[in-house]
């Protein structure tokens, strides 16, 4: 755990009023977890709602044979909204949420979730909002599953990827980017070369810079 600097809160400022900021300064905690670490596994009890002070989160799906279906991403500023959902029906958690690098999250304790749902109009507006952003992030996936051929779903991948690492250069594996996007390593890599013959990207180790004509 890390101390409670104020420096922290700022990124919730323009969402929150000060009122709030003050009660969420008092009774929440940060938290300090690598990139890689598992945060929030299915079938957990959620002990506290996460707002994500620095860094980013994946958040997925695993079903029963142990494939992974990329959902989306917690950004700066934001939260998971299948977390909120769990909390307001005292459910255990239906996601994996993975620290996609080093990240700080300020941990609220659940007990609170509802209280502050009556109690700060800025809270249930923050809440309200990242449902609906989150929701509308999901029919985006499943349009790609659903609508798009796998040669779109990588490019689109992989500049969301870009966009949340705000890099061309991209640390990724073949096994991950399969494992995220519900296919295999060999689809993959033959996709990514057939990318990189059309020179829209670069292929090395453990990493893909991509180029401006993806």
């Known amino acids: 755990m890390l101390d409670h600097p104020a420096k922290y809160l700022t990124k919730f400022s323009?969402?929150?009023?000060?009122?709030?900021?003050?009660?969420?300064?008092?009774k929440s905690m940060l938290m300090e977890v690598k990139g890689g670490d598992v945060i929030l596994n299915i079938g957990?009890?959620?002990?506290?709602?996460?707002?994500?002070?620095?860094?980013?989160?994946?958040?997925?799906?695993?079903?029963?044979?142990?494939?992974?279906?990329?959902?989306y991403y917690v950004k700066e500023g934001e939260s998971c909204a299948m977390t909120f959902n769990c909390c307001m029906l005292t459910q255990t958690s239906v996601i994996r949420a993975t620290a996609e690098?080093?990240?700080?999250?300020?941990?609220?304790?659940?007990?609170f979730m509802e209280e502050w749902m009556q109690k700060h109009p800025s809270w249930k507006k923050f809440v309200m909002t990242t449902l609906l952003n989150r929701f509308t992030e999901m029919i985006k996936s499943i349009d790609e599953v659903a609508f798009k051929k796998m040669d779109e779903r990588l490019i689109n991948y992989l500049k969301e990827k870009s966009r949340i690492a705000d890099s061309s250069v991209i640390n990724v594996t073949h096994q991950q980017i399969g494992n995220e996007l519900g296919t295999?390593?060999?689809?993959?890599?033959?996709?990514?070369?057939?990318?990189?013959?059309?020179?829209?990207?670069?292929?090395?180790?453990?990493?893909?810079?991509?180029?401006?004509d993806l």
Do not use: M, W
Request: aromatic share 2%.
């Open 44 to 71: 957990q009890n959620i002990r506290a709602v996460p707002l994500l002070v620095d860094g980013v989160i994946k958040v997925s799906r695993i079903n029963d044979e142990g494939q992974e279906l990329l959902l």
């Open 101 to 111: 690098e080093d990240s700080v999250l300020a941990c609220i304790p659940v007990s």
């Open 14 to 26: 323009e969402h929150f009023d000060p009122t709030l900021l003050a009660e969420l300064e008092e």
């Open 184 to 212: 295999n390593r060999v689809v993959v890599s033959r996709l990514l070369k057939k990318l990189e013959n059309e020179n829209k990207l670069l292929i090395y180790n453990k990493q893909i810079k991509l180029l401006k």
